[in-house]
């Protein structure tokens, strides 16, 4: 549910993927990923090609499982924001395998004239932000010592995707390379490497209606997945919601403490024009009142992106102390 890129990068590759391998194995030169054309003959539309289906079922296997558990920055951020990163992730990518490749070839002499083929690039790019923005939540211990936390299954899944092939390594380094710098606020790719508001309302009129889930009801959410795994998930998903609300509720009793009043009811739409005597009678002087947080226009353009009001989104980025996880969270919640 609201994650239909999510689930077609899912679908198409992977069932193209099982195609080539089983019935149309002669078709599978046309998808591979060979430098050497690339750079002496001027393939470059194996750039597209051999960057995008996975010709290994092992690989194909791994990254739709890491796909799926990247959803989430799908649900978090809107379907735009996450093709943008997958694009500036991909494009990025690309540059730094064939520099990469150069680097190995003058450092160590070997000459490298193919790549593990698939999407695999912004796979591992995706790790940048699972890792920074996803909270870390224990699970369980192993032999005392060995902590199990949420996001061990994840990474187990990129190590195994790591091992898969000689120099998918090449893959895993460009990938991670282009998820910092697409992340980083310095450089600021995520200005220039983005999916164009016209080109996304293109693919949300035709695509997201084939590829959309329906909303779950109250009786499908009571219940839990078939399996062990799933229902781990399931339970993981819901630990990552409460530690967000916890944080919005920590930063109000640190307001608080402070002597500062936040107007908690501004987030609330249902209760934004309720008229609240009590607060009217006892409210505290202007003096009183710390002057209001900025507020990045960038993260209020990622918000309005979602689908949030202008207003909705400046009062959580001030609320939340202009923290866009905790923002996007609670507007999501209410």
Known sequence: ???????????????????????????????????????????????????????????????????????????????RKFSSFLLGAWMLSALFDLLLVEITQY????????????????????????????????????????????????????????????????????????????????LKVHRVLCVPRWVANIFSWTLEPVFSSAEPTNEVRVGMGATVDIQRQQRMELLDRQIMMSQVAQMRRQRQQQGGMINWNRLFPPLRHRHNANYQDHRPSEQGIPPPTEVSEEQVARLMEMGFS????????????????????????H
Do not use: M
């Open 1 to 79: 549910d609201k994650a239909p890129l999510s689930k077609s990068l899912l679908l198409v590759p992977s069932a193209i993927s099982i195609l080539l391998t089983l019935l149309f194995q002669h078709y599978q030169k046309f998808f591979a990923y060979n430098l050497q054309a690339v750079k002496e003959d001027f393939q470059i539309w194996r750039l597209v090609c051999g960057r995008t289906i996975c010709l290994d079922l092992k690989d194909t296997f791994c990254s739709s499982l890491l796909i799926y558990n990247f959803r989430i920055f799908e649900r978090r951020y809107g379907s």
């Open 107 to 186: 450092i160590f002499g070997i000459t490298i004239n193919s790549l593990p083929s698939g999407f695999l690039g912004p796979v591992f790019a995706l790790f940048v932000p699972f890792y920074s923005s996803i909270p870390r939540v224990q699970v369980t211990q192993v032999l005392g010592h060995f902590s199990i936390t949420n996001k061990s299954l994840v990474y187990i899944l990129g190590l195994q995707l790591l091992t898969s092939g000689s120099y998918i390594w090449i893959l895993a380094l460009s990938g991670l390379i282009s998820g910092i710098c697409y992340n980083s606020s310095i």
């Open 310 to 333: 202008r207003g909705d989104a400046l009062e959580a980025l001030r609320a939340s102390n202009n923290d866009l996880n905790v923002a996007t969270n609670f507007l999501l919640q």
